[in-house]
T-cell receptor
Framework: GAVVSQHPSRVICKSGTSVKIECRSLDFQATTMFWYRQFPKQSLMLMATSNEGSKATYEQGVEKDKFLINHASLTLSTLTVTSAHPEDSSFYIC??????????FGPGTRLTVT | QQQVKQSPQSLIVQKGGISIINCAYENTAFDYFPWYQQFPGKGPALLIAIRPDVSEKKEGRFTISFNKSAKQFSLHIMDSQPGDSATYFCAASNAGFQKLVFGTGTRLLVSP
């Protein structure tokens, strides 16, 4: 299957700072990438849909000024959590779709805000 | 109408047994139904997927059964192994929109 990577896998930051998470499709081009958030023992919650070269589409209730998404190329999307606070601590996962609409997920990034 | 209902919430199966997880949907526009396997601390991995033009798809020990009229689909894991112990998510989407609607997940434990 297609491979999606994320970096970093874990990050600890202080409250008030910003953190950037990268998502790359390694062996295919992805016109669409998605960003999810997952709390312990819960399902995945879609945060936003990212299309290459255009503005991201955010789900209801997700603050677009807090979670900045950039999809600069067909293989890279980034999520920046701005002015992070402890309640932003979570597991963030990206995914990318192939031309046949199969969606492959990255390994996730564990964010801890102290 | 966008929900996908998944059951059971948790499941314990003996090694060698059959694990069965069920999902139901309402939106008849859905035309892609994948199953994902997730281990703790890892991202979900695409396990198997089906489109509504077939009623069953098998890949190794994993089989999806699809009932279009009942709007239900299920995952069967044959000869379940301890290594299959994970959380399984069903999902559904419309190819035109690509956004996946996930079920709530099933925690499977295969006892040795």
């Amino acid at each position: 299957g297609a491979v999606v990577s994320q970096h970093p896998s874990r990050v600890i930051c202080k409250s008030g700072t910003s953190v950037k998470i990268e998502c790359r499709s390694l062996d295919f081009q992805a016109t669409t990438m998605f960003w999810y958030r997952q709390f312990p023992k819960q399902s995945l919650m879609l945060m936003a849909t990212s299309n290459e070269g255009s503005k991201a589409t955010y789900e209801q209730g997700v603050e677009k000024d807090k979670f900045l998404i950039n999809h600069a190329s067909l293989t890279l999307s980034t999520l920046t959590v701005t002015s992070a606070h402890p309640e932003d601590s979570s597991f963030y996962i990206c995914s990318a779709t192939t031309v046949s609409y199969e969606q492959y997920f990255g390994p996730g990034t564990r964010l801890t805000v102290t | 109408q966008q929900q996908v209902k998944q059951s059971p919430q948790s499941l314990i199966v003996q090694k060698g047994g059959i694990s069965i997880i069920n999902c139901a949907y309402e939106n008849t526009a859905f035309d892609y139904f994948p199953w994902y396997q997730q281990f703790p601390g890892k991202g979900p991995a695409l396990l198997i997927a089906i489109r509504p033009d077939v009623s069953e798809k098998k890949e190794g020990r994993f089989t999806i059964s699809f009932n279009k009229s009942a709007k239900q689909f299920s995952l069967h894991i044959m000869d379940s192994q301890p290594g299959d112990s994970a959380t399984y998510f069903c999902a559904a989407s419309n190819a035109g929109f690509q956004k996946l609607v996930f079920g709530t997940g099933t925690r499977l434990l295969v006892s040795p």
